[in-house]
């Protein structure tokens, strides 16, 4: 997971990613009867306010799911984390197959090779900030 917060530090996109013990975001990964790879949960929770702040945030890694879909166990778990950062930078989820553009926010992305956020991704994050 730690991978995750690299690889989008050493991209071009204007933000960076870090830990600490006294923030009130969380990060966890655990077995769960739901059949999702990843959740990010933010604050505030809207889909349309891309003018407000995000205060806090709660991602979720399904080792479940990740551990039956992966054929790079690292790489899968890397790519997850890296997507559901993405949610906390204002990035939305590309469910089309055949969107145009490569993006870490893709649905149909290939978990076990993709664990970086592209030029599209950071972009759009660019955009925003």
Known sequence: ???????WN???AK??????????NTVTAAALNTTWYGLNTVTPSCVTCSTSTITKFTIQL??????RDATNV????????????GHTFWLGDDP?????????MNYSRNRNSLTQ?????????????
């Open 1 to 7: 997971m730690t991978q995750a917060y690299v690889n």
């Open 10 to 12: 050493l991209s071009a």
């Open 15 to 24: 933000v960076s990613v870090g830990t600490s013990a006294v923030s009130s």
């Open 62 to 67: 399904n080792s479940t799911t990740i551990s």
């Open 74 to 85: 690292s790489n899968f778990i890397t790519s997850a984390m890296v997507h559901e950062l």
């Open 96 to 104: 089309y197959p055949s969107s145009p553009s490569a993006s870490i």
């Open 117 to 129: 956020p592209t030029s599209t991704d950071v972009a759009n994050v660019n955009t925003k900030y």
